[in-house]
């Protein structure tokens, strides 16, 4: 299943998307010390499974969140993305 979380405003759409059949398959979870802003945390979800989520506080400032992993030119890999050994996290912008 994809979670869906982040907005739109003036300036475009902020969505980060996990694919949380993903995590049914991790042991880790990377992504939630990849992340220098504290973005994701483990929650068990309505079947009892344990899967990345981004955390209630960040899910409507995503783009000033993000801001020092996504320079305006030339962004490096989103850490976020890379540490995550399903795939499963997209960005929108
Ligand atoms: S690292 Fe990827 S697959 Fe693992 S919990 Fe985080 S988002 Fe899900
Ligand atoms: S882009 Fe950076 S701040 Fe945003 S979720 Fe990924 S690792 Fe965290």
């Known amino acids: 299943m994809k979670a869906n979380y982040g907005y739109t405003d003036g300036s475009g759409d902020y969505y980060i ?9 991790c042991t880790e979870h990377d992504c939630v010390d990849a992340c220098p802003q504290d973005v994701f945390a ?14 209630e506080e960040h899910r409507r400032s995503l783009a000033y969140v993000c801001s020092e992993c ?10 976020c993305v890379e540490a995550c050994p ?8």
Request: proline share 12%.
């Open 42 to 55: 483990i929650i068990e979800d309505d079947y009892d499974d344990l899967v990345a989520a981004v955390v």
């Open 17 to 25: 998307t996990i694919e949380t059949e993903g995590c049914l398959k």
């Open 86 to 93: 399903q795939n499963a996290i997209s960005h929108s912008w």
């Open 70 to 79: 996504k320079p305006a030119s030339d962004p490096p890999p989103l850490p």
